[in-house]
Every structure is written in structure tokens, then in C-alpha cells.
């Protein structure tokens, strides 16, 4: 994965930004088929916003000093701005469904609570993929491999800036300590 996924990423989070003119979204980890960045405002003295995302769009995390989001994407779908509809995400013996809202054609989002982010991190920690559920229509399975390391440091990044407390990141983290 090179920074062209960044680039994507990055204006699918910020679609009213261009990623060549915001060269302020800081790439953090790289692994598999994830990425974490964060956006700085000031040229990386302070953190304004946190994201991890599957290279497919399929899942995307976003949080800051406001909110968590969770936004899915299809460069494939047309939708108009504030359709409504759910998607139900089931990992495993996890299964949570939620109202997600069109932000433009390709782009759903829906705001999360904390506790329901970290249930559903919990999941995707233990899992190789993720399946998604649109409405009754469309299902869509996204690989989770790589996603330990890009979610680990996403909650690293809202939890240090003061954003949630997602609970503890997965596995082993190669500490020395």
C-alpha cells in the first residue's frame, strides 16, 4: 500500500479537501490491507483528527475532540445526499446494526458511541474479516488482515488526544517494556 491509498483515503474522509492541498494527513501505519493516518492543523505539533481505514473503503474509522464515526465507501454506489439506511457489521459472535446516512454518492457514515466502537474493535481483533450488511440488498465482506496494527494505533490516537477511550489495543505491540 503506498501513499496513493492515503490520498484516497484521505479524500474520502475530507471530501471537501483535497489531499494534494492538505499535506497535512500524516500517514501512521501501513499494514495489510489498513492504514491509520491523522490530520495537524499546524504542521504536526497537535492533532485535530484520527482515522484508520481498509484500503477497499469498506470500513473507516474517523474520530476527533466532537465525535466517532464509522463511514463506508463505494466509488460504484449513487446516492443522494442524506439517504438513510442501516448497515449491520458481523464479525464472529458480533453483530451490531447501524443507521448509517449518505454523505454524497459514494460515502455512508453514521455517528458512534465509544462503547459500541470498542465492542465492535473487540470483534474485528479476533477475526480475519468483517461482513456488511446494507439494508436487505447488498452484502460486502472486508478483509481485516493488517487492521490489528492500523486499529491499535487509531486508539492510540484518540485516546492521547483526549478524543474516546476505545479500551486496549490488540495483541502484542512489540513493546520493549
Known amino acids: ?3 496513493g491509498v492515503a490520498a484516497l483515503i484521505g479524500s474520502l474522509l475530507f471530501p471537501a479537501a483535497s489531499f494534494a492541498q492538505d499535506l497535512a494527513i500524516i500517514p501512521d501505519v501501513e499494514a ?3 492504514i491509520a493516518l491523522h490530520h495537524s ?4 505539533v497537535s492533532t485535530d483528527i484520527c482515522m484508520a481505514a481498509s484500503a477497499d473503503q469498506g470500513l ?3 474520530g476527533d475532540a ?13 446516492m443522494t ?6 448497515m449491520t457489521v458481523t464479525v464472529g459472535n458480533y453483530s451490531h446494526t447501524f443507521e448509517m446516512i449518505a454523505e454524497g454518492a459514494s460515502m455512508l457514515t453514521t455517528i458512534a458511541q465509544p462503547d ?3 465492542a465492535l474493535f473487540d ?3 479476533s477475526a480475519s474479516q468483517a461482513t456488511l450488511k446494507y439494508g436487505q440488498k447488498t452484502t460486502r465482506i472486508v478483509s481485516l488482515y493488517g487492521s490489528t496494527k492500523a486499529l491499535n494505533q487509531f486508539r492510540s490516537c484518540v485516546a492521547s488526544n483526549g478524543f474516546a477511550d476505545l479500551g486496549n489495543a490488540a495483541g502484542g505491540n512489540a513493546s520493549p517494556f
Open 1 to 3: 500500500m503506498k501513499l
Open 32 to 34: 495489510g490491507n489498513w
Open 41 to 44: 492543523p499546524d504542521q504536526g
Open 60 to 62: 473507516l474509522f474517523r
Open 66 to 78: 466532537h465525535q466517532l464515526e464509522i463511514r463506508t465507501g463505494n466509488p460504484q454506489w449513487s
Open 81 to 86: 445526499a442524506g439517504q438513510r439506511g442501516e
Open 116 to 118: 459500541d466502537m470498542k
Open 123 to 125: 470483534a474485528l481483533d
